[in-house]
Every structure is written in structure tokens, then in C-alpha cells.
């Protein structure tokens, strides 16, 4: 048993460490920049450092990966020689490496939005929490010239803006958040409405904006709205509408919409030189 | 700068586990859920000296992993700051310690603290305790803390110098 003048100090340490801590939350909840800062400069410098770390380490975690992976991988190793024995039996090896090749340089251009420059980056870590935070990094920040509120996109659509810019890294909010909230329209009937992201779900939902009289069909494209005060530009494909809520007390229809963009699998993405209004 | 000074030592410890955790763990997942070796390092400071240790130990740890998650700054460091001390008094209760007791008390600590993390960020709106891996996640990263405690709890008495506290217990 610790003495007494020493469990009252331990007490004593227990309250004053807490009271930091919850003195942080709320400065953070005020939004205080000092904090995005100080987290761009740990991402800044665990960066480099974590990719030295990944060279030595990349063949005991691609073992640990295939041990925990292994149904994946088979999976994959089969789909892989069916393709490879499709390539053979047709002898077009070298006609696919170029269509693979054109391919590529397809997916570096975009054909919703003419005249905003982008910026091609690799999604270079995922989510440090086990829990689902929607944000992952990305390897570019404002060195390369990007800022905060930039639109994130692939080929397929909106995935998310660009939430803290480190001088080499930047956290992008994915679309998901349920804090990811944007302006929207209804690619065949022009309605806008409001949407945002749907968490866990991984889906986007529009909930105001869209009356009960508007017509709706499941497979509809929305796109964002672009409207002045928009955090995005117009046009970009968000989604299709998956199913249709209506609410007879909000007088309103709820859409979930399915996301165009494959949220799980990044790897590449371009990031939209568009600053929003301020 | 001494190996002999404790406080050299622990920020030994905190670096080799934060580069660890956030450049070599983060891509080690087990059913898509990752160890948390700062909560293990937390835990494992409590058990081996104390409820005070736990508190420092663990409010740094919390700060450090607040760094590198996107979730409200502070809520890492309270979680772990509270987990810290409840370590510390659970490690003061051990009359008979044995690995079994360490490696028992490493893995509800850990359940605790993830629990802890996500109520506290469920408040503050980021719907933690709704996610559809809670379960797993609390059962991964307690299981996989237990295996790791008995080298924990050495490199903690190590960095804590702790033949005195053995001697007092």
C-alpha cells in the first residue's frame, strides 16, 4: 500500500491531467488552428520516417498480410490466372499492355469538370484509428499547392475535400463523414437539395431539399450543385440515388445515394485546384 | 542524455512505440483491426508502477496518439490518462502477482480503454460506440495487448527503474 501523502498527490496529478485534457477538447471544439497545425507537423514528420520503416518492413508485412489475407488472396491469385490464361489463349499480351497503358492515362483525365488544374496524388495511409473516422492522407500538401477545402476526386466521382494541408501531406474528409456536408442536384429534374455523409453505412444520403411531389427514381445520377456559396464546384458525379424514403412529417424524401467513387480501395486521386468562396 | 536517467528512457520507449504504432502496426491488421500499442504501453506503465506513473505515462501516450487521429483533440488523452490511473490502482491490488494475473489484467484494461475511447468520441458526436466493428475491435486489440504485456511490463520496469517499487510492494 502506497503512503497517504502519495495517493493524494497521484489524485491530485489524475485531476490536473484530466482537466488538460478536457480543456483541449474544448479549445479544439473552438477551433483553435494550433491544433490542425501540430497535427500536420506530426504527419509531416512520421512521413519520411514511414516510408524508410515500410521498405524494411514491407516483406514481413506482405507475410502477416498473406497469412491474414490468405482467403483474399487466393481469390485473387485465381482470378489472375484466369486472366493470364485468357491473355494467352488469345495472344494479345502486347495489344492489352497498351490498352492498359491508354487506359491509365484515361483515368488521369477527368471529363466532368473543363478548365480547374488538378493535382494527382497516392493515398499514402489510411485511417490511424481502429474506429471509423472517414479521413485518409494523402501524399501532397501545400507545397505542391494545395489548400484547404480543395474537392477530391477520381475518374468516378466526388470523394471528399481536402480538410488540414501539411507542407507534404494533406487529410482529406471523405464523402462518408457524416459531417461532410454539401449542396446537391438531381441530374435529370435539376432539384437541389442538401446532402451528407452516411458513416457506417459508407453511403450518401440527401435529406432536405427534395419535396415529396418531386419525381424520383432509384438510378438517378447526382451531381453537386455548384451553387455560389457551394463548397464545390458544379457537376461533379456524387452518386446514384440506391432507394427512395419518403417522410410524410417532413413533407420531404430522403435518398440514400451510392457513392460513384469506391471509397474503400483509393489508391490514387486527384485533387481539384479550386478554392470555395470564402 | 543517459540511458541512466529514467526520463531519458521513457522517451526512448514513447519514440521506438509511436514510430512503431504509426509507421509499422497501422499496416498490421487482423480482421481489419490494428494493435494499439500506445493504450498497451499505457496499461502496462500502471500495472508496473502505480497509479501515478499510469497518469504521466498515459496522458502523454493519449497526447501522442491525438497527434495522429482525427477525431476531437484531447479525447485520446483523457481516455488514456483515466485508463493510466485505473492501471495503476488495479496493479496496487495484486497481493500475489503472477503472469497470469499481468496478462488477465493487461487485456480488460485494454477492453476498458478502447470502450473508454469510444464512449468519450460518441459523445463529442463522432459515433463510435455505433460502429459495426466495435466488438471486434475491443476483442483484437485486448487480446492482442495480453500477449504483448509480459515484454511491456519489462521494458516499463526497465525504463521505471523499478527494483525500488518491487521492493516496496
Not at chain 2, 480503454?113 to 466495435?134: C, I
Request: net charge negative.
Amino acid at each position: 500500500m502506497r503512503p497517504v501523502a502519495t495517493r493524494r498527490r497521484t489524485r491530485y496529478l489524475l485531476v490536473v491531467c484530466s482537466l488538460v485534457a478536457v480543456t483541449l477538447i474544448a479549445l479544439d471544439a473552438g477551433g483553435l488552428p494550433v491544433f490542425n497545425s501540430a497535427r500536420s507537423v506530426a504527419s509531416d514528420t512520421a512521413s519520411p520516417f514511414g516510408g524508410v520503416v515500410d521498405t524494411l518492413t514491407a516483406p514481413f508485412r506482405n507475410a502477416w498480410n498473406g497469412i491474414t489475407g490468405y482467403d483474399d488472396l487466393v481469390a485473387e491469385n485465381q482470378q489472375l490466372r484466369d486472366r493470364i490464361g485468357e491473355l494467352e489463349s488469345e495472344g494479345v499480351l502486347e495489344q492489352s499492355a497498351r490498352e492498359q497503358l491508354r487506359r491509365l492515362n484515361e483515368q488521369l483525365e477527368l471529363g466532368y469538370v473543363d478548365g480547374i488544374p488538378t493535382q494527382v496524388a497516392r493515398v499514402s495511409s489510411g485511417a490511424y484509428s481502429n474506429f471509423a473516422d472517414y479521413r485518409v492522407e494523402i501524399d501532397k500538401g501545400s507545397s505542391s499547392g494545395l489548400a484547404e477545402g480543395m474537392p477530391v476526386v477520381t475518374r468516378s466521382g466526388l470523394v471528399g475535400r481536402l480538410e488540414r494541408v501539411g507542407s507534404s501531406t494533406s487529410v482529406v474528409q471523405l464523402a462518408t463523414d457524416p459531417e461532410f456536408v454539401i449542396g446537391v442536384r438531381l441530374a435529370s429534374t435539376q432539384d437541389l437539395g442538401v446532402g451528407r455523409g452516411a458513416g457506417a453505412r459508407g453511403t450518401f444520403v440527401v435529406d432536405r431539399g427534395i419535396d415529396l411531389e418531386d419525381p424520383v427514381r432509384t438510378g438517378e445520377a447526382v451531381l453537386t450543385s455548384g451553387l455560389s456559396t457551394s463548397i464545390m464546384p458544379p457537376d461533379i458525379p456524387v452518386g446514384v440515388v440506391s432507394r427512395i424514403d419518403p417522410s410524410p412529417t417532413t413533407r420531404e424524401q430522403l435518398l440514400e445515394v451510392t457513392l460513384s467513387a469506391e471509397l474503400t480501395k483509393l489508391d490514387v486521386v486527384q485533387v481539384l485546384e479550386w478554392e470555395p468562396p470564402t | 542524455m543517459s540511458l541512466e536517467s529514467p526520463a531519458v528512457r521513457w522517451a526512448l520507449v514513447l519514440t521506438v512505440v509511436t514510430a512503431a504504432q504509426v509507421s509499422l502496426v497501422g499496416d498490421l491488421s487482423l480482421f481489419g483491426v490494428h494493435p494499439d500499442l500506445l493504450l498497451l504501453l499505457t496499461v502496462a506503465a500502471g500495472l508496473s508502477g502505480g497509479p501515478g506513473r499510469g497518469v504521466v505515462v498515459g496522458f502523454v501516450c493519449g497526447l501522442v496518439a491525438d497527434l495522429f487521429l482525427h477525431t476531437r483533440f484531447g479525447v485520446a488523452t483523457l481516455a488514456s490518462t483515466l485508463v493510466g490511473y485505473a492501471a495503476g490502482v488495479a496493479g496496487d491490488t495484486v497481493v500475489r502477482p503472477s503472469t497470469p494475473v499481468w496478462v488477465a489484467a493487461t487485456a480488460g484494461l485494454s477492453a476498458a480503454g478502447t470502450v473508454l475511447y469510444a464512449a468519450l468520441g460518441h459523445l463529442l458526436g463522432s459515433q463510435s460506440l455505433a460502429d459495426p466493428n466495435l466488438i471486434a475491435i475491443v476483442g483484437i486489440v485486448s487480446l492482442v495487448n495480453a500477449a504483448l504485456c509480459v515484454p511491456a511490463l519489462a521494458v516499463c520496469r526497465w525504463a521505471g527503474d523499478d527494483r525500488s517499487a518491487v521492493r516496496i510492494r
